[in-house]
Each structure stands twice: as C-alpha cells, then as structure tokens.
C-alpha cells in the first residue's frame, strides 16, 4: 500500500525585545551563566512577573503577517510541570485563549498551511550536565517565545523545508526575530503520521522534539516516515510518542510514550491581567507590516521582470532585498542590479550568515548610480563589474573609479584609430578572418578592450573592423 | 463508620499519580493515614454542590480585571543583578546553580 | 484617645523619646516575652537599631512622618533584603531574600524600626498558626489559647505590646481572625491596593497585605503608608485618595446585616455580641438592613478549592535548587527535588498542594476549579447587590473566641470552619476590618468585622472608627501578659 505523509509543526520563535517577558532582565545570548536573571526570572519567593509591551505588539505582528485573527481580549495561563530549568515549575503560557488564531503560511505553488494558533510565552533556563553534576543557567529562562502551531497541512519533508523557511523569512522580514536554528531562537517540534493514500482519516501520529535545522527536519520525517511505513505494512500499530531524533545516526529514538503523559493542570495566571488590545492598535500595526516575502517575490518575477531562480536568491535575504529595492527605488534597473548583486556581491559572500547581514561598503546610492551608467550605454557591465569588485574591497564612491572622459565614452575617430591599431598589430588575426575563420575577429576585441580597459563598445567596434577589413580586400 | 461503607473517592493509583505530580512520597503506612484526610478535603469541596436559594442562573464568570496593552510594561532594560546575589542562597558553581548527581 | 503610634510619635517629635531609646525599650520586651508568646520567629535587632538611628536623623531633619521611628514587625512571609524570610516552613529553612518587598521599601523609606519577623501558619496555611514549624504562637489575653492565624504572631506581637503594629497578610481571613481572637485591630483592604511584590505567595488571586495594630486610627496610617500601585505588580491599583479620613456621616450610613453570617456554628455569645454591635449603630441613626447572600454557603469550598490550586502552582518552584532547604541523600536531581519537598513542607501543607493537584487535573477540573470560579462570581455579583443597597456590612469576625491550643489540629476541616465568616470578603476581594467589640467567656475578645464594597475601604474605616468611639470597646494592649 502507498502512504501519505501527514505532518504539522509546533514552532517556537524567540523573539527580538531588548528585555525578557516578565522582567527587565536583557535577552542578549551568550552572557556568563546567570547574569541575566534577577527574582522574577529565577522564581524567586515573592517575585511577580510583570507583561512587556512589545512581546505582545510582536506577536500581533507575526499573526498578522501569517493572516491570523488577532484576539483583542487575551490572557496568560500558567502550564505546571516540574523540571530544574523551569525555575517557578510552571510556563507562563496561553492555553484557551491565544493571541493570534486561524492563519496560514502560503508556499510559493500556492498551498496554504494552516495555522492553528499562535501564543506568547516563556522560554525555559538551560541546563549542563557534566562530572556528575547538574549546573543550570537561568539567562535564558523568561525569554519570549511565540509557538506557532500548525494544521497538520505538510505532506512532504520538501514542504516542510519550504515552511521552516517561509516561517523564517516573514519572522525575519517583519523584524520580530532572527530566527537563528543553531542559536536556538527558532525550534520546531514536528508531529508525522502515515495514512493510506487518499484516506482522510489522520493516523496514529508520533512528535520528534526540538528540531534545530532544516536540513535535520528533512532526514528527521524521511526516517520517520519510512519507520511508520514499515509498521504499518507489516500490519504493525504505531505507538502515540514522543521522539528524539540523533543527528549522527539519523535515527528517532522514543523519549516517552501516551502512558507517561504529562497532566499540565493549565488555569488562568493570577498575577497577570486579562490584556486589552485596542482595534485601532491591530490596524496600526497591520498598516505598518512591510511587503512580505511571497509577495516580494512575486513582485519581483512579475513586475520586475526577474527569472523565479534569480528572484529566489534575492528575497531570500531581508538585507539584500532592502538593498535591492532601494537601487529599483533609485532608477537602477532591476536586471543589472539583480544580475550585479547575484554575481558580482555575492561572490564576496561565501557563507549564508554573511549573506544574511549583507554588511558590504557598496552603499544602494552608489551601485544605483553603478547601474543607471550601465542601463544607460555608458559604461558597459564588464566595467562596471570591476568597479563594484573594487569597491566591494577598498571602498569609495563610483566617481573615485569612473571618470568624467569615461562616461563621455569613446568617440567614434578614437575607436576607429584603436581599430587600426588592432589590425595592425594582429595581422594574424585579421588574415584568418579574411580567409573565412569568423572567429578570429575576438582577438581583436581582446586588443581593444585592453586599450580601452573594457570601456568600449565592443559592438561598434566589430562594426568597423567588418568595415575596415572589407575595405581592405 | 465502618470500612465498607466509605465511599471511596480516590484510589491508591490516583493518589500516588497526584503525589508524582506534587513532587512528593509517602510511605505506605502515611498514605494510608493520608488518603482518609485527603478524602475528608474532597468531601469539603463537594460542597459546592449544594444548591443555592435564589437565581441559579445569575452564575457566571468573575469578570476578569482588564489592562489596556498600552499600559504594560516598556521593553526597557534595567540591569540584572550580580551573579553573586543570584546565588547568595545556595552553593554555586562557576556562576551556575549547581546540583550534584550523588550516586548510592 | 486609643491607638499607639501618634501618641509614639508626638513623643519622638517633641524629643521625649530618641528612636533608639523606643526601639531599645521594644527590644527588651521582647527578650522578656517572646520566649513565652513566641511571636517572633526571628528577629532583627541589629537592623532595628540601623533604622533607628536613621530615624532620629529625620526627626531632627524634620523629616519625619507618623512611622518614623515607630518600631513594627512584619509576617514572616513579607521579604525583606537580608533578613530571613521562612514563611515559618522547613522548605524555607535559612531563606534569606536579597531584594525587599514593596510594603516594606515603603515603610523603611518612612524610617520604620523592623525588630523581626513574626510567626504564622506555615505558608499562611490554617487558623491557629500551628500549623508554624516554630511551633504555635500563643495568644497574649491567655496563653493556653490560640491567637489564631494565620498571622497570628503579628496579631499576638501587637497585643503585648512587642510591636507597636505588624503587617499581616490575609488570604481567607489570616489578618482578621488572628486580630479577633487576639484583640487587635486588623484590616485586610481592597484586593490589588497593597502591592503584592515581595510577599511570598499563598493564594495569588487572595492574598493581601494589611496592617494588625491597636486601633484603627492606627491601622488606617499604616494602610496609608503601604497602599498604591506599583510597577511590580499588575494586579495591583490605584486608591481612590481620602481613604483614610475616618470620617463618616452615621445618620446616613446605610448598615447590612447578613443573616448567614450568624448560623450554625457561630456561638451564641458571638452572636449576641454582633447584635449588641448592630445596636450601636442603630442607636446613632444608622439604618439597618437585613441582607442575604445565598451563596454564603459554598464560599468555604470554593475558597478552598480556588487557594489550593493556586497553592499547588505557587508552591511549586521549592525544589531545593535555587534556595532553601535541599535534602541530602538523593539519587539524582528529581529524586533530590521529590526527597526535599517530601521532608521539607509540614502535612497541611502537602494536603493543600495534593488538594489544588487534584481540583486541577484532568477529569477534574471542570467539577471543582471551574465550577469554584463561576461560584466564586456568584459571590461577586451577590455582594455587588448588597452593596447596591447598604455601605457596610456588620459580621462577626470568628464563629467563637479563641480556642485552647492544641484543641482542633487533629481534625483539619474542623479548623476550616474558624474562617467561614471571612471567607467571603476574600473571596470578592473587598475590604473588611476586624476590631473588638466585646469581651466573652474568660475574658477573651470578640471581634465585629466590619465589610465595605471594592474600593471604599475609607468606608469600612470610618464605620469601625465610629464603633471604637462609640461603642468604648478598645483594643487596648495587654499590659500584663500573664506567663
């Protein structure tokens, strides 16, 4: 029997505030172990979580950016389970009434996955094991998630992929997180089930935790899946649990199964107030919501007349696509600039990372100006991409590598006299050409694009060698 | 009372998964004195089954006191304590709150 | 005049005293009584002699307020940065807060003299305050009996004269049932008008921090100093200002009686006691009403139901990681957590947590948690009706004075029962006073309580000021602790 793949995905973004939910505590990675912390985030006796603002007004933009409704009246519950890294053993969670609700996420072919909900709550500390000890850092812990939580709509490790990602790119476009997996601050718990191809009913499905790379999820629901398939054609059951996936076997392994579910005893949070979100403060924010990647990227095909692999390369990075259209903004044309920044830009950016803070010395107004001189028969691309390679390494304005004779061009006597010169100085060259090998014209060009460091028009000059090696026959 | 004719509202099993949860063990010989007043508690709390004089239909949710999202707090960082404060009520280690794994 | 602290503090003005000397003079008395009354459980003297000697500099700075220099205590549950906070359990054992709680940044900033923490039941939990690790506290009218609880060491502390006001904390009656049996005044205000930052917590949609003290002139000043809203605390609020004037129109005031408050269980010389109470008011032109709450009946299972839930969540986070008690012999880190939670909480405790487990679990939690939440606004919306047609409302504080000590601890839900007339007001987050009204059987107090709606604790205030002048019945400290 054929099966189908039915997956969803539990999401936990970490967001971008400068200080923790519930304390003023800053949310910097990496600090020495619990110097980020005070009562509230260590759960201290007596210590009161107070809500930050702008962990609420970011999860409304991260639902209105994935088409949820926004609840306007929403509240906090504490989720209780005992563990060292959760310092008060209870989450502050959202359990009934989340803030944001029934969104999707569209994949460039134009399926949806829905989206369930998405809730505001906190991260847990982080804990060591090491020499038979248990050490445990809180700086991490009161840190804002949000979790997205979606239908289960992916059917293919490919659609998961593509999901993660868009997740990512709208998270990082609208500026609520980086999204970091190896950082931690995107996590992604993913729910696989199998059922017979065309069947509509949902399986027995099974979760691997804590997923932190897109190409982990990938080989994770492969192996997953191809594990469940051989249960379940054996006539085998497959067992509700939660997993672990190996990165170095690339093998799931059960953590724990249905029996030791955990009862998480969820009730509304005293300490916090039920939060009231004015209407007009959504639509401010959705008013405010910049283009989206789907939406760029179809702007960018469609409009600006890019090719969908190009397109691809571009709006996959928010930097870069700032960039982009700042030159479109600029009058720079979107084919030079685009082929300029995937060629010339981004042979200088070897890592994704790199890419992704596209921190170059090219401001948009110079490549702008770069590119409106190559739009505009100026100066042609192979000048102008040694200028940007200069540029990329020392720095400097276009006027510091083009000067005012070079933009006025070759005149037509210069470029005939170079011509000349070419002939000349390639007899070779020029008799091959007149005995039929058409070919050999290039080593001509090769003379005069030397002459001219690559500012002349190389079609024009073909014209008058056609010419002159005619006149001379 | 005699033994037979307590109604038994919680079993040994349920006990003990509600003490898991609680983080907390009983001897065999303390749950057994436990479970009786545990029950008592329970019986207590079935009180508020008993049926109120007047309009039942008037039960309703505690209205919920409200904060306008306005007024929450500002995402402005005030600085965390020292390392040392955090620890001041425990044995630290390297900065860490540390448990060691003693093996029996 | 009754009350201590303006009569304290005219002394320290005019110089008659130094903050030193009072604080010095407190001090000795404790070292006499408290051995005896246990009301303190641990003490600051150190500190307190600190604070004096700052406050003597605001009084010559004329700087001073009616708390500088005033020497207080607080319950043993209110943090404060240094000093140990135990909550009067195992589980809290050498605690020691780094960080002060808002009441108590409000008091010192006044120049307060903190001599010590007093005693309770362990995390607020009970009516006698024997449910303390330290052991019971004993009441000071006579020390065979109870001073009830929980804040009974603040109430006890308060009426020997080893503190000349307390702080407390009253979830379902623990200011005013301990300052009934005692014979202290206590006032537990509007939910949400005290911050709660810094009180370790019981019952986080109940508890409240309010003063115990000797009248309740006294108890308005320190309710004063300690109210308004703060950053620390979301649910907290703001007063409306002229809270405290005490002052009340009597002719115009519009007086409820509710007749469950006076059923079974509530001993005759109570009852009489809150009639002859009614009478007072009656007689100085007050109009009496007789009101019902229905719902009066399920509020103690309610209230248990909705603490005890909380309680398993609040008191979740001590598993001996981070502070307090850690038990020794363990396997690993959950054997470590299950081991020093099992030896470090005392039994009412554990019952209460294993209670608020099981309300809340699965299959549960619409029976008991939702039902006592919808219950819980049949209360509110029953008092909001009463309120409708009457300012205050006159109650008894206790079903009966207080009991021998050791007499009701075997049977808990027996003791449960010490809190049905407080209950409700917690409940609804209202304010309620206690003060005493008469003297029962062996010379114990009786104590009124007196219950005004949200926000308009000046009212209840004002009506109990009446009564203190009215009725001649005062709070007077115990002089003479018999040992």
Known sequence: MNYELVSGFETHVELATATKIFCGCSTKFGASPNTHCCPVCTGQPGALPVLNKKVVEFAIRAGLATHCKINTTTHLDRKNYCYPDLPK???????????????????????????????????????????????????????????????????????????????????????????????????????????????????????????????????????????????LSS???????????????????????????????????????TVKIPQQKVEEIASALPELPLEKFRRYTDVLGISVQNARLLYRYKAVCDFFDRCVLLGAGAKNTSNLILGTIYSTLSTEEEKEAFDIRVSAEDMAELVRYVDGGKINITLAQMTLSKMLKVGGKVSDYISEADLAGISEGELEELCREAVAANPKAAEDYKSGKLKAIGGLFGYIKRATQGKADIKKAEEIIIRLLGNDK | MAESQREQKISKEQFRALARLSRLSFSEEEEEQFIAGFEEMITFCDGINSEIEGDASSIREVDAREIALGDLRADEVVPSLPNEKILSNVHGERGYFAVKRVVK | MSGIIKKLSSMLQRGEVSASELAASYITRIEKLNPVLNAYVSTTFEEALKCAGEADKMIRAGMATALTGIPMALKDNICSDGHLTTCCSGILSGFRPYYDSAVWEKLSAQGAVLLGKTNMDEFAMG??????????????????????????????????????????????????????????????????????????????SLDQIGPLALSVEDAAIVYDAIRGKDGRDQTSLTTPDGATSLETDIKNLRVGVPEEFFGEGVSDEVKSAIEESV??????????????????????????????????????????????????????????ITKTRTYGFGTEVKRRIMLGTYVLSSGYFDAYYKKACLLRGQIISEFDGVFRECDVLLTPTAPTTAFSLGAKSANSTQTYLADICTVPASIAGLPAVSLPCAVGAGGLPIGLQIISGRLRDGTALAAAAFFEREAGVTAELCAEVKL
Do not use: W
């Not at chain 1, 059917?155 to 999204?179: F, H, N, T, W």
């Open chain 1, 89 to 231: 053993a209870y989450q502050i969670s959202q359990f009934d009434k989340p803030l944001c609700e029934h969104g999707y996420v569209e994949l460039e072919s134009g399926k949806k996955i829905r989206l369930t909900r998405i809730h505001i709550e906190e991260d847990a500390g982080k804990l060591v094991h090491e020499r038979g000890y248990t050490f445990i850092d809180y700086n991490r812990g009161g840190v804002p998630l949000i979790e997205i939580v979606s239908e289960p709509d992916i059917s293919s490790p490919e659609e998961a992929r593509e999901y993660v990602e868009k997740l990512q790119l709208i998270m990082r476009y609208i500026g609520v997180s980086d999204c970091k997996m190896q950082e931690g601050s995107m996590r992604c718990d993913v729910n696989i089930s199998l059922r017979p191809e065309g069947s509509k009913e949902l399986g027995t499905r099974t979760e691997i935790k804590n997923m932190n790379s897109v190409s982990f999820i990938e080989k994770a629901m492969a192996y997953e899946a191809g594990r469940q398939a051989e249960i």
């Open chain 1, 235 to 273: 006539g085998g059951k497959i067992e509700q649990a939660t997993l672990r996936f190996d990165e170095n076997t690339g093998e799931t392994y059960v953590m724990r199964t249905k029996e030791d579910a955990q009862d998480y005893r969820y009730f509304p949070e005293p300490d916090l107030l």
């Open chain 3, 127 to 204: 009516s006698a305050s024997e449910t303390s690790c330290y052991g019971a506290p004993k009441n000071p009218v006579d020390v065979t009996r109870v001073t009830g609880g929980s804040s009974g060491g603040s109430a006890a502390a308060v009426k020997a004269g080893i503190a000349a006001y307390a702080l407390g904390s009253d979830t379902g009656g623990s200011i005013r049932q301990p300052a009934s049996f005692c014979g202290t005044v206590g006032f537990k205000p509007t939910y949400g008008t005290v911050s709660r930052y810094g009180l370790i917590a019981y019952a986080s």
């Open chain 3, 279 to 336: 009478r007072v008011f009656e007689r100085a032109g007050a109009k009496i009403k007789r009101v019902k709450i229905p719902a009066f009946k399920v509020a103690l299972p309610v209230y248990y139901i909705i603490s005890c839930a909380e309680a398993s969540s609040n008191l979740g986070r001590y598993d001996g990681i981070r502070y307090g008690y850690r038990a020794e012999n363990f396997s690993d880190i959950d054997d470590m």
